[in-house]
Structure formats: structure tokens, C-alpha cells
């Protein structure tokens, strides 16, 4: 299947730079700021609860740890998979620290990046935080507000200007954070970054998990008004509830990435019953790394839910009055592996589906994402209309990527 369009990959992260925020923070955070210093030990820990514990045994390992208040992050082989040759990591994943020297460049540079993505038959990348985690939670649990407010501004200065400018515009798109701690700064801090170009933003898939108020409290109005009228995307990572899910503290490991689609379950169960879609109709959401293969059955649950309202004793029709497959126009999923989800695209609508490579995490497609999307499209028996869509023409439209990045067809 020769001639696959470049693919716009909507799942991407960024290993923040060490110097992303001593560069932009005031000097008298100097001492209490994001900083990277280099320590020796090992992670101790189970299942997806690790801590890193400083050493200097023979075997311990040496690790780039960002310093924060009182937490010590180290970098890991979960978020930085790739060594600088290309190659995995020797051993795998098994949540090894590392030090920016052993990962590869393209993690946290934007030329090197930029080369990854050639190499990846990748056009464009919208890049979810590290450090920071997936929709800045990081510093909704810091003790100085008034330090996490600027630290967010920071990254999202960095992300705007930095890393999706100069050579990266219109092929690394910005994809912003907020307060999660304030629905007004947010509100403020999305209209913000808008005016200085970036029309995505990260947000929770559970807040209620991160000890904050669900999308169901009136809370986060306004921050979903000031998505709506700046024509900003909100999207929901898996992971950004701060947890994965889990069976059991004996289970294998592979039982938490095989249950990672749980989360962008409960999330899209919380939109579709909002009432915010109806509300906003050109809002629009993603759900990122879940997969889309759940979504006919819980449409259907909906569907059922819906339609017999009055047995449950809930008021579903007159928040969300219209029928839940009419509001699937505003949504999203993103998926890298699912044939499942592709040969159901027309109960999920083939416009709502988009291509992730997640690089540089282990779960990435990259420097294969070609081959593994030919694989995918051609097992799903996909037209070339569908392919296009697939691959890159939904997240143009979805992002407004030919609007605000000049990014063609």
C-alpha cells in the first residue's frame, strides 16, 4: 500500500529540558523550583506506586532526578524508552532510572525531534508533559500556589515558544496546562496561551481522583467556556487521574497497560452525561493512549440508558437531550494498535478516529509508525478516503491545524 499520507500523530511526549524552568522562574525560586540534579540509586517500589531511594551501592544507578519542594523525580526508562542510537534500552521498560546522557536527544531537543519524526513518516506531533505529568498535576499538590502558577506559565511559554517555534511551527503543536487548582485561573491561562497561538490544552480524565471537583460540579465551567470560545481542544491523557488501573498487587505487570483503556472509559461516560457537549457544541475533546475499541459497546450502553431515562430516576435527556451518538461529533479517540476500533469506525464514526506513535514511551510505534499504520489500515480493509482521514485529516480539523498552522492537506 505504497503512498500512505504523513501521519499527524496526536500522542507524543516531551522529556522537559533541565533547564525549562531556571531559565523562567524568578531567582528567589532558584533553590525551590523544578531543577535537575544528578543522584545515584534505584527505584524502590510495586506495581505502578515507585519512589526513588538514593544509593551508593556498587550497583546503584546514576539518574537525572528533578528536584521540586520536597519531591525527588527521577528520569526513567518508562518515559524515555529509546537510547541516543535508536536503540530500546537494554532490558526494556522495568522503570530504571537514567540520566539525560543515555536517552535518546530527540526526547527533549527539538531538532533531534524533529529528525524522529522524518525518520517516523511523521509530519506533525501534539506532545503530552513529563515531569510536570500528564495534565500538570505535579503542581496541583504543591504547597506554594503562587511558584506552581508560574511554573505552569513557564512550560506553557516553553511548549508555545520554544519547542513548537522557529523550525517546529506547524510540526509540533502546542499543547498547554493549567492551574487545576482554580477554574478562573484556568479559564484565564487557556485564553491566555490562545492568544499567543496554542489552541489545545491538557486536562484530567478524573479530577475527582486528584482530590479535585468532577466536571459535573460547575467548577470547571468557565474553564470549559474559555475552551469553546477560544476554539481549544481538551484532552485527556491516560494517566492524568494521577492512577492507573489496577486488578491485584500480585498480577503481572502487563495487567496495567492491558486495563489502560478503563480510564478513558469512566472520562467518557462523565463528558457524554455533562451536559457540557450540549452546552458547547463546537467544543471538542480527545481521549489519548485509551484506544477506541470500547466505544461502540459503551454508545450502545448509553443508547439504553438514554432511552429508558425515567427507570433510573435520572435527569440524562434533559442534560444531554440529544440522542449520544449526535454528541460523538465532538469527540475524539486516539488509538495506535487498535483493528478492533478501526473495523468499528462506522458505529464510532470514522471522522472521531486519529493516529498516535506515543514516542518516546514504551508503547511507541517509532521509527516503525509507517509500517505498523499500513499493517492496521489494510487488516481494517480501509478505503483510501478513510486512511487519509485516519492518519492525518481528522486531526487537521479536529485541531484547526490548517487554520492556525498552515498545515495542508
Not at 498535576?137 to 502558577?149: C, H, M, P, V, W
Not at 486488578?247 to 502487563?254: E, K, R
Amino acid at each position: 500500500m505504497p503512498g500512505l499520507p504523513r501521519i499527524i500523530s496526536v500522542d507524543d511526549h516531551v522529556i522537559e529540558p533541565p533547564e525549562l524552568w531556571m531559565s523562567r522562574l524568578p531567582a528567589k525560586y532558584q533553590n525551590v523550583g523544578p531543577r535537575v540534579e544528578r543522584r545515584k540509586g534505584f527505584m524502590r517500589g510495586v506495581r505502578s506506586v515507585y519512589t526513588f531511594e538514593e544509593s551508593n551501592d556498587d550497583d546503584a544507578l546514576w539518574a537525572d532526578c528533578w528536584l521540586y519542594e520536597d519531591a525527588v523525580v527521577p528520569l526513567t526508562r518508562g518515559f524515555a524508552i529509546f537510547e541516543p542510537n535508536g536503540e530500546i534500552h537494554e532490558g526494556g521498560f522495568k522503570n530504571q532510572v537514567v540520566t539525560f546522557d543515555a536517552i535518546a536527544p530527540g526526547s527533549f531537543r527539538q531538532a533531534e525531534r524533529l529528525s524522529d519524526m522524518d525518520k517516523n513518516h511523521t509530519d506533525a506531533s501534539i506532545c503530552f508533559p513529563t515531569f510536570a505529568r500528564f495534565c500538570g498535576q505535579r503542581f496541583a499538590t504543591a504547597k506554594d500556589r503562587d511558584l506552581a502558577y508560574l511554573c505552569v506559565q513557564a512550560y506553557n511559554d516553553f511548549i508555545i515558544d520554544e519547542w513548537c517555534g522557529g523550525d517546529g511551527r506547524g510540526r509540533l503543536i502546542p499543547l498547554t496546562l493549567i492551574p487545576l487548582w482554580d477554574g478562573e485561573l484556568a479559564a484565564a491561562e487557556v485564553r491566555r496561551c490562545a492568544e499567543k497561538g496554542s489552541h489545545a490544552v491538557a486536562f484530567s480524565e478524573a479530577p475527582y481522583e486528584l482530590g479535585l471537583p468532577s466536571i459535573h460540579s460547575g467548577v470547571w465551567d468557565a474553564f470549559i467556556q474559555a475552551c469553546a470560545e477560544t476554539d481549544t481542544v481538551i484532552n485527556m491523557h491516560i494517566g492524568s487521574s494521577g492512577m492507573l488501573t489496577t486488578t491485584s498487587d500480585d498480577a503481572p505487570p502487563s495487567t496495567i497497560p492491558a486495563l489502560n483503556a478503563v480510564n478513558s472509559v469512566k472520562a467518557f461516560v462523565d463528558w457524554m452525561t455533562s451536559g457540557h457537549l450540549e452546552r458547547h457544541p463546537d467544543l471538542r475533546i480527545a481521549f489519548s493512549e485509551g484506544q477506541v475499541g470500547w466505544m461502540p459497546f459503551y454508545l450502545e450502553r448509553l443508547t439504553s440508558l438514554w432511552i429508558r431515562d425515567e427507570r433510573y430516576g435520572s435527569p440524562l435527556r434533559a442534560t444531554a437531550p440529544k440522542h449520544p451518538h449526535e454528541y460523538m461529533r465532538q469527540v475524539y479517540g486516539c488509538l495506535y494498535d487498535d483493528l478492533h476500533g478501526l473495523r468499528s469506525r462506522d458505529v464510532i464514526g470514522i471522522e472521531q478516529l486519529m493516529f498516535e506513535t506515543d514516542y518516546p514511551h514504551p508503547d511507541s510505534t517509532w521509527p516503525d509508525s509507517d509500517a505498523v499504520s499500513e499493517k492496521l489500515v489494510r487488516e481494517a480493509g480501509m478505503s483510501d478516503d478513510d486512511i487519509y482521514k485516519f492518519l492525518r485529516g481528522n486531526a487537521i480539523r479536529c485541531y484547526g491545524l490548517d487554520k492556525y498552522f498552515g498545515v495542508t492537506a
